[in-house]
């Protein structure tokens, strides 16, 4: 069973709907308890970190998702899902976020012909941690090229966990993470067409 997290932090319906075309079969749940039972974990979102870590936290899903973090089951961060797997943010005046993966959040810088937030499609390159498997032998996310849909003001620093990135305002930062059997995505899979059902395929697979 695949539990997509539900935070208040919106965008379920279209992830949901992502599987459903899939075949994949989900739960949208609020429960500690079916995070940590599930088999594998969803973890999306919109909006902002602050209060992203104030709703797990009245939720009692902090450690719950932590744990399914770094528990090794197949877990996917999307979007905001993927900055607060981050130490730090600079959102709302800045935020100590879950710190699953080494590295800050910070905001794009005001540049001349580049609109905050990102809005629209962009092109993503595979770096060495998408290409292989923290053991050096399995292949992982080896097909992550091509454009994604971004909506986003904030973006994560590059990182060791780094597996895909993209360009905005001047800027080269993480549009993917790969740790092991934790995939996060600063795109949205779920609105990116051919190429994100593929990937979401993929991480069902691994």
């Not at 009692?60 to 399914?68: I, M, P, S």
């Not at 973090?69 to 961060?77: E, I, M, R, W």
């Not at 590059?158 to 790969?178: N, Q």
Request: net charge neutral; aromatic share 10%.
């Amino acid at each position: 069973m695949i539990a997509i997290v539900d935070y208040k932090a919106g965008n379920l319906t279209s992830v949901r709907l992502a599987f459903d075309a899939l075949k994949a079969e989900t739960v949208v749940t609020r429960d500690p308890a079916v995070v940590r039972s599930a088999e594998r974990v969803v973890f999306p979102g919109v909006g902002a970190a602050a209060s992203a870590m104030a709703n797990l936290r009245e939720l009692g899903l902090e450690d719950a998702v932590k744990e399914a973090a770094v528990s090794g089951k197949p877990f996917l961060g999307i979007c905001l899902g993927m900055q607060i797997l981050f130490e730090h943010s600079e959102e709302d005046g800045g935020v100590g976020t879950l710190g699953v993966v080494p590295g800050r959040v910070r905001r794009f810088p005001d540049v001349p012909g580049f609109k905050v937030p990102e809005i629209g499609w962009n092109q993503v390159e595979a770096s060495p941690a998408a290409t292989k498997g923290e053991s050096g032998r399995q292949p992982a996310a080896g097909g992550l090229r091509g454009e994604y849909y971004f909506v986003h003001s904030y973006y994560a620093e590059l990182s060791p966990y780094t597996a895909g990135t993209t360009e905005y305002a001047g800027v080269k930062f993480t549009a993917m993470v790969k740790k092991g059997n934790l995939w996060a995505t600063q795109f949205h899979p779920e609105k990116s067409g051919r190429l994100g059902l593929e990937l979401i395929k993929e991480w069902l697979a691994c």
